[in-house]
């Protein structure tokens, strides 16, 4: 496959700019440099969306969410919600570094999105971003009617670490007694934390995230490796999959994480969920948190939005 000429384009940016590797920073340093980035990559929040800030209860108190939804829905319409975590390796990212993706995804799909900003490593190491993850699930599962959320038609959803979180709480969600959620969306999600595959090793390095970087992002989160096999961790290890909500997993074609991404979407299907699988063969891992960069960005958020709009509106007329 051919590496798309903006993601080319977007390599020789980085390395021109010579900024210092992750793993050679601190948690807080790394996040500061992260989030000074993300400006440039997003934009501006898109017009036609309100959005409101708030806290919810956490398990280690409050915990801050931002809730998107369309100007065109009427003020006292229960939308149907996608709950959403971003990505940044559980050690970075928050409520502002996905929000322009956030808000074009409430826009395009007509719904709301209700997006989580759970607790980072190495300060909340595993399981704390998880717990955050389904404490928010369940707040809305409850509560949803609340803040104009329809509670019967719900998904979950997320990028890179965000997506690990996302697979792991539609494991806990079919297991506990938790929301029946219509769909999962999982963005190049972290689906193993023990095997390396051979995307990694094939993009080890050289194409924005690499292979060092993962483990730095892995030592903050689970520095106990034992843990790494755990369902919470490596939904691809769970016992089963089956059962789970319809999900489309979408890949990157340059991505040390596209043949988990791939190999869970294919389990999924062998098990009986409903699965799509769509790579985006000339992209970067995080590509879709980059529109003001790459047009690849603004095609996936919208084939992301589409599909939420089938599972969460149509489908449920």
Not at 94 to 100: E, G, I, R, Y
Not at 185 to 204: I, M, N
Request: hydrophobic fraction near 45%; proline fraction near 7%.
């Amino acid at each position: 496959m051919a590496l798309d000429p903006e993601s080319q384009r977007l390599i020789d940016l980085m390395a021109a700019a010579n900024r210092p590797a992750w793993n050679t920073l601190s948690p807080q340093a790394a996040r500061d440099l992260y989030l000074s980035l993300r400006p440039g990559a997003q934009g501006p929040r898109p017009a036609h969306v309100t959005v409101v800030d708030r806290t919810i209860p956490g398990p280690a108190g409050n915990l801050p969410v931002r809730i998107y939804r369309p100007t065109a829905a009427a003020a006292d319409a229960k939308l149907p919600a996608l709950v959403y975590a971003h990505g940044g390796g559980w050690v970075f990212g928050n409520l502002d570094s996905h929000d322009v993706l956030c808000a074009q995804l409430a826009i395009e799909a007509g719904i709301a999105v209700f997006h989580v900003d759970y607790r980072l490593a190495p300060e909340a190491r595993f399981p704390g971003a998880f717990d955050d993850v389904v404490a928010a699930l369940k707040w809305v599962a409850a509560n949803g009617e609340t803040v104009g959320i329809d509670p019967t038609r719900l998904a979950i959803g997320g990028d890179s670490a965000g997506g690990n979180l996302a697979a792991a709480a539609s494991i806990w969600a079919r297991d506990h007694g938790g929301p029946k959620l219509l769909m999962q969306l999982l963005a190049y999600p972290v689906t193993d934390a023990v095997a390396r595959t051979e995307s990694y090793r094939r993009y080890e390095d050289g194409y924005g995230l690499n292979a060092v970087t993962m483990e730095w992002f892995f030592d903050h989160y689970t520095p106990d490796k034992a843990s790494r096999g755990d369902w919470r961790v490596s939904p691809l290890r769970a016992a089963s999959l089956a059962g789970l909500p319809p999900a489309l997993v979408v890949t990157a074609g340059y991505d040390p994480l596209r043949d988990e991404g791939r190999a869970y979407a294919w389990r999924l299907h062998q098990e009986g969920t409903q699965a799509d699988l769509v790579e985006f063969g000339g992209m970067l891992h995080g590509f879709l948190s980059s529109p003001m960069l790459l047009h690849g960005a603004r095609r996936g958020t919208t084939l992301c939005a589409a599909a939420l709009r089938e599972a969460l509106v149509l489908r449920t007329q």
